[in-house]
T-cell receptor
Framework: DQQVKQNSPSLSVQEGRISILNCDYT??????FLWYKKYPAEGPTFLIS?????DKNEDGRFTVFLNKSAKHLSLHIVPSQPGDSAVYFC???????????FGQGTELSVKP | KAGVTQTPRYLIKTRGQQVTLSCSPI?????VSWYQQTPGQGLQFLFE???????NKGNFPGRFSGRQFSNSRSEMNVSTLELGDSALYLC?????????????FGQGTRLTVV
């Protein structure tokens, strides 16, 4: 039972344009959501998070949107840069626990 | 501040053997979690330790076990290794205080079972 889903295994975007990565979840008990970026043979790097009391959180070029009624979140990267090329994972948790449930990841390729 | 340190980085073991992986969390972090990453299954939660107690557990067989020491360092043990245990094992630490529960990951241990 995949509680967190990233339905797009890959995404290709032109440099300077917007990248939109999507994530859906099924468990309404999740109240904290995170995005991680991962390069091959390295551990995931934390990017940005959002709690369920918000619907938007912004940090520089990265913005995460949360739609609780649709159980959907998205990560916007604008403008996209070639260095953003990596696998992006969304993850969900409950505030009081250290257990993260990850999606399958979306491989982003930003072309010059 | 030093990041999460995992040792060793690479390991090759044969079927039936056991292995112990080590994780040193960020100083001050009391929560340590372990994850297994495989190409087909993505990142799967193994277990979490907080103040030397296992607080959460994923759906892995009993061959996978862990522990946490008083200095928050953690070890993960896999006994009777199987070929399917070949994976990148990732450790993450977090402070688990307030609402900021971001987990910070180490570089992982690449385990190959032959």
């Amino acid at each position: 039972d995949q509680q967190v889903k990233q339905n797009s295994p890959s995404l290709s975007v032109q440099e300077g344009r917007i990248s939109i990565l999507n994530c859906d979840y099924t468990n309404s008990m999740f109240d904290y959501f995170l995005w991680y970026k991962k390069y091959p043979a390295e551990g995931p790097t934390f990017l940005i998070s959002i709690s369920s009391i918000k619907d938007k959180n912004e940090d520089g070029r990265f913005t995460v949107f949360l739609n609780k009624s649709a159980k959907h979140l998205s990560l916007h990267i604008v403008p996209s840069q070639p260095g953003d090329s990596a696998v992006y994972f969304c993850a969900a948790s409950r505030l009081q626990g250290g257990k993260l449930i990850f999606g399958q990841g979306t491989e982003l390729s930003v072309k010059p | 501040k030093a990041g999460v340190t995992q040792t060793p980085r690479y390991l090759i073991k044969t079927r039936g053997q056991q292995v112990t992986l080590s994780c040193s969390p960020i100083s001050g972090h009391r929560s340590v979690s372990w994850y297994q990453q495989t190409p087909g299954q993505g990142l799967q939660f193994l277990f979490e330790y907080f103040s030397e107690t296992q607080r959460n557990k994923g759906n892995f067989p009993g061959r996978f076990s862990g522990r946490q020491f008083s200095n928050s360092r953690s070890e993960m043990n896999v006994s009777t290794l199987e070929l399917g245990d070949s994976a990148l094992y990732l450790c993450a630490s977090s402070s688990q205080t307030g609402i900021n529960t971001e987990a910070f990951f180490g570089q992982g241990t690449r385990l190959t079972v032959v």
